[in-house]
């Protein structure tokens, strides 16, 4: 039965650990409950945020509104010669999604092994890692729109996708809650190992032709050796995004840092890790106060324990102005803000 909650601490429900409180929470665990919800007179007044694992956000003080934490599951997968197309409620572990596609031979989503959130997160934030993003994989979406109470599917080309971005993130911002997410896969596999450390990985474990299982295991222990895990001390993966830029900027950094980390776009500019200009910065492992950036990896902040959104953030201002100064370079948050 649908609850409506009041003055609940979100501390249990943001991975960064933060103790803030939120005016009104209610839990999702079915699509119908997003109709009977809106049609309270309460929510009616109310500004609205919704979360799912809670990995992609900063609360930096008390949310006067209603925090809506989506839990709709179920997976289902439907097989039309090679291609199969899975669909997973919004609530699904994103990670536990990944597993069932590798298990049972459905490729595509290996390289996004181990990336915290849910299902339902992922078309908003266009979420990728190791050469895959999200869009690479999207069918469609449903989704739930507040204005109307109304269930709308979203194609690919509706969603407007870009770099850590989609039209949820932009023109639709706040007027939909994804409720499910089909994910485009197939039953052949076209291996892709040519992004970070994998292959090294792959080496190292005298793998000379991957399975998706093998790109699964190899994309995971890399991640478990660089990122910290968010049960154990707070954080929410990466706090950047990686920094695009023009050929003519990336001229002049490349000729003061020879070194510099970087890959080429499909758009014909240039991405820098915004992890090695961070560390070039002197940042990593770095501790200010109960804040810090992770001993392995500079690209993600950490909550040492009583760590306020206002302290994460000031921590932050220090770390883009730090490298602006540096390399004329201004990095971007990636992580929601509030």
């Known amino acids: 039965m649908l609850q409506i909650q009041e003055n609940i601490s979100l501390k249990p429900y943001n991975s960064f650990g933060i103790d803030v409180k939120a005016s009104y929470f209610a839990e999702i665990f079915e699509e119908e409950d997003l109709t009977e919800l809106f049609q309270n007179e309460i929510v009616k007044t109310q500004k609205i945020f919704v979360i799912g694992g809670g990995s992609n ?134 291996i892709n190992t040519s992004y970070g450390a994998i292959e090294a990985e792959l080496q190292k474990r005298g793998i000379e032709n991957p399975n998706i299982e093998d790109v699964s295991e190899a994309v995971s222990h890399i991640r478990v050796s660089k990122l910290p895990d968010p049960s154990t001390i707070g954080n929410a993966g990466s706090f950047f995004k990686n920094p695009v830029i023009e050929k003519y900027e990336f001229a002049d950094i490349v000729a003061k840092h020879p070194d510099v980390v970087h890959y080429p776009t499909a758009d014909d500019k240039i991405k820098l890790a915004a992890g090695w200009l961070i560390e070039q910065c002197g940042w990593k492992g770095k501790i200010v106060g109960n804040t810090g950036t992770w001993k392995n990896q500079a690209l993600v902040l950490v909550n040492h324990g009583g760590a306020t959104g206002t302290e994460v953030y000031a921590f932050s201002e220090q770390i883009i102005d730090s490298v602006k100064s540096t390399f004329g370079v201004t990095l971007e948050r990636e992580v929601n803000i509030l």
């Open 57 to 190: 956000v900063l609360f930096t003080h008390d949310y006067e509104g209603l925090v809506i934490k989506i839990s709709i599951k179920g997976l289902q997968a439907q097989i039309i010669d090679k291609l199969v197309l899975v669909t997973a409620g919004a609530g699904e572990v994103w990670n536990d999604f990944v597993q069932y596609c590798v298990t049972r031979g459905f490729a595509g989503v290996e390289n996004l092994s181990l990336i915290p959130g849910t299902v339902g997160a992922s078309p908003i934030q266009n979420i990728g890692a190791y050469g895959v993003e999200l869009k690479d994989v999207f069918e469609s979406c449903t989704a739930f729109e507040l204005k109307t109470g109304e269930i709308k599917t979203f194609t690919y080309t509706d969603c407007h996708f870009g770099y850590r971005e989609s039209i949820f993130k932009g023109a639709l911002k706040g007027q939909y809650i994804i409720t499910s997410v089909t994910f485009r896969l197939s039953s052949e596999a076209r």
